[in-house]
């Protein structure tokens, strides 16, 4: 055996870890549960070896496919799913691999390239082959994996489309750079493998990074409307004690006016203790903490800054919507409408209102708020008024999202009843 002999057997090794390194991708796309990783791992091996060896050793057409299926659909059983969809998918797989040699031959052929009988652009066209596999599973598998990370979709398919232009451009040259020399086309099989799965790992790393990153944002946030909610609790429980401590004070003042007949002191006493009990004292409460939370923060940092707030809440059942969703919904919303009503400077018009009900099998949002800053509007897009856009926090366009993915809808009139009033209304099903 020469050594070009030895390096085209080495490819053909390499080439099928590869293959069947992506048919584990496929499955773990398609079943979603792993019965044990380490006999997995082993099964998958023991498969590669007995697909090699086929390779040296037989060369009859039906014989191969026929292990290979069988191969393929044996494989399933490392995962739980019912015996249907595990045929389907090895079958599948199969032709998976079998119309990406296809699209290779033909690339090759319209390319003058004569894969079928140079021993050099048939090992190249055999290492593509699954490339292609692995680069539309490993895509897709990518995309999957982002459906709730819609901030973060136009980087990803930025990145995506970059990946998948360096691994086919890198496929293209190089056989043109190994000017066929087995050694050289070795090597670069390897590298082609290996610059492949380190990208799409290193996409896999950067997914699973946001994703984190993600989860903590929004724990971070349950715990400050927690903590607001808390605060807020303090201050009442706070005020109706300093009004117990004095009840008695001004009951007793009160007896001592009327005992004198002094009618209308005891009458403007009396007025002001209104003012002095002037306390809401049943923030909203509902069975859903969470909303509870960021309304209730919400509608405190409205009054802060002097604007007023007509709320309205109705939950008749359980709400199955995450609470991710409808607090990115909200608070983006209600930051929006404050911001607009505090450009407004006549007191009386300074004013807001919040409507959000859990009824009937639907989750629904809605608010309206005056503005004296003419909103701007690029196609269906407003935009924020705001120097730094980045400070405007979500955005129209991400509450738009998060609505259309849930299969609600979103209306906004930023001339309600033909007045500088600004209406949001969302709808969408209570459902997880």
């Known amino acids: 055996m020469n050594l070009n002999d030895v390096i085209i057997k080495a490819a053909y090794w390499v080439t099928s870890a590869f293959t069947f390194y992506t048919l584990f991708r496929l499955y773990t796309l398609l079943f979603k549960e792993m019965r044990n990783i380490r006999l997995c791992i082993l099964t998958f091996c023991v498969a590669d070896v007995i697909s090699s060896l086929q390779w040296h050793l037989y060369h009859n057409v039906i014989s191969n496919i026929s292990i ?16 249907g969809k595990r045929v389907l998918a090895g079958f ?76 086919f451009g890198t496929g293209y040259v190089l056989p043109y750079i190994g000017s066929e020399n087995l050694g050289h086309m070795f090597i670069g099989i390897v590298a ?63 007896n001592d006016l009327l005992a004198k007949q002094e009618y209308e002191s005891a009458r403007n006493y009396a007025k002001g203790l209104t003012k002095v009990v002037n306390v809401d004292l049943a923030p909203i409460i509902t069975s859903i903490p969470e909303l509870d939370s960021i309304l209730n923060l919400k509608i405190k940092q409205a009054h802060i800054m002097d604007i007023q707030v007509r709320s309205t809440v109705k939950v ?83 509450v738009r999202d998060i609505v259309e993915k849930r299969g609600g809808t979103l209306e906004i009139d930023d001339h309600f009843l033909g007045e500088k009033i600004f209406n949001v209304k969302v709808l969408m099903y209570n459902r997880a």
């Open 192 to 254: 082609l493998i290996m610059i492949a799965i380190f990208l799409f790992a290193f996409m896999d790393a950067m997914v699973k990074e946001s994703k984190e990153r993600a989860v903590r944002t929004a724990f971070e946030m349950q715990n400050k409307l927690f903590s607001n909610e808390l605060d807020m609790v303090k201050e009442y429980q706070y005020e109706i004690k300093t009004i117990r401590h004095n009840i008695d004070h001004h009951i007793q003042t009160l």
């Open 316 to 398: 008749e059942e359980k709400c199955a919507i995450p609470p991710q969703a409808y607090i990115s919904i909200i608070g983006n919303l209600m930051d929006n409408a404050i911001e607009a009503v505090d450009a407004i400077e006549e007191k009386d018009k300074r004013h807001l209102s919040v409507s959000v009900g859990v009824v009937k099998g639907a989750f629904f949002i809605e608010i309206m708020n005056s503005y004296w800053i003419e909103p701007v509007k690029e196609g269906e897009a407003y935009l924020s008024s705001k120097e730094e856009k980045r400070d405007h926090g979500i955005g129209l366009a991400h």
């Open 68 to 83: 290979s299926l069988v191969m393929y659909v044996a494989l399933t059983y490392n995962f739980k799913s019912k015996f």
């Open 92 to 167: 599948g797989a199969y032709a998976l691999f079998s119309l990406a040699e296809t699209v290779v031959v033909g690339i090759f052929t319209l390319a003058g390239l004569d894969i079928l009988h140079n021993e050099y652009y048939k090992l190249w066209g055999t290492a593509m082959s699954p490339l292609i596999a692995y680069v539309i599973i490993s895509t897709t598998i990518q995309r999957l994996a982002i459906k709730e990370l819609t901030y973060f979709k136009s980087r990803h398919t930025a990145f995506l489309g970059i990946i998948i232009f360096i691994i």
